[in-house]
């Protein structure tokens, strides 16, 4: 079969098999490019042709060749195209287009771990206190917004949702008797997500008495319960790139320096905060919506604090096993 034609038939499947839209954006993006360096390279254009040589040949053509900026791409991104090969791959091999398996040794690039420093609890404040929308000539638009986005941030920070599923949530989502969101996962999967009374109590003010004065930017005096939660300065359902933008704002208030700013941050923020106060990992897995422990296991080893109480307290060279003492100073340099 030809390659592109093999491609397309691929994106078929995923779509029917309800991918999401991004996701089907990503292969059809990588294959393509993947096709095109196969042709050229190696004058390859028919899935009979293709061998392990070539898989491999692609990912040393990625980790040598900078992108259009002139930057390399990162050892995530090279695995992430990896990884969509590598499930065309298989597709081939499931489907019976090539005979021969081609994907039995091959294997992804490593990856380094890294270090991704998280909020405090300094951050929080500060970023709950940036909030304030005051630039708008109208007092009650003002207002209405800021309510908006701390009832943002208090979501993101206290119930680990992600962006998307933030963006999706339905006035009818929200159960505000049980405190829970429901929530539209990766997956197509739907799930309860429990928020906390000091967690839902600025959603609960932003619906009551600020998101009315929203939707009236727009001309709808009537809130029906399809209608999205979170709406812009128009009137118009708050979209992924008014939240990313929302955060950059943040960011420039608050001055929160070598760490990043998002909505990702805050849910990592939840998950390493959350295990070290001892939540189950259990909990945490579900309220998180991922399909395995290890993923969420990955999050407690973002968090120095209980590490190191652990570690203090039965430390071999330790000889008060009582006191827990303080540390050296902030650091080993002048400037």
């Known amino acids: 079969m030809n390659i592109q034609k093999a491609i397309e038939d691929f994106i078929l499947d995923r779509e029917l098999n309800n991918h999401t839209q991004k996701t089907i954006r990503a292969y059809r993006q990588r294959l393509r490019y993947f096709s095109t360096w196969l042709e050229s390279a ?39 195209y990896g990884q969509s090969l590598l499930a065309f791959c298989h597709w081939l091999e499931n489907e019976d287009i090539i005979e021969k398996p081609i994907t039995k040794r091959f294997k992804l690039p490593r990856v380094e771990e890294k270090f991704i420093p998280t909020y405090t609890a300094d951050d929080v404040q500060k970023l709950l206190n940036a909030c304030d929308e005051g630039e708008y ?8 917004l ?14 680990g949702i992600r962006l998307k599923e933030l963006v999706g949530l339905r006035l009818c989502d929200v159960d505000r008797n049980m405190r829970v969101l429901l929530v539209h996962r990766k997956g197509n999967k739907w799930q309860q997500v429990p928020v906390s009374r000091d967690g839902f109590k600025p959603l609960h003010e932003y619906l009551t008495k600020h998101r009315p004065v929203l939707a009236k930017q727009a001309g709808i005096d009537t809130a029906h319960k399809e209608d999205m939660v979170f709406l812009g300065d128009d009137g118009k359902p708050f979209g992924y790139w008014g939240v990313a933008a929302l955060f950059r704002r943040l960011k420039k208030r608050t001055g929160i320096d070598g760490k990043k700013v998002g909505a990702h941050q805050c849910r990592r923020y939840m998950a390493t905060t959350q295990l070290a106060d001892g939540r189950s990992p259990l909990d945490v897995q579900r309220q998180m919506g991922h399909r395995t422990l290890a993923m969420t296991n990955k999050y407690a080893s973002l968090t120095i604090d209980h590490l190191k109480k652990s570690h ?3 430390s071999p060279l330790r000889a008060d096993k009582g006191h827990l003492e303080e540390g050296f100073g902030s650091g080993y340099w002048d400037e």
């Open 42 to 80: 190696h004058g390859v254009v028919d899935t009979d042709r293709l061998e392990l040589v070539h898989l491999r040949g692609w990912i040393a053509y990625l980790q040598k060749t900078p992108t259009y900026r002139g930057k390399k791409l990162s050892d995530e991104s090279i695995r992430s």
């Open 137 to 144: 000539s109208r007092p009650n638009l003002a207002k209405a």
């Open 146 to 159: 800021t309510a908006r986005n701390r009832a943002i941030v208090s979501l993101f920070l206290d119930s």
């Open 312 to 314: 203090e307290k039965h």
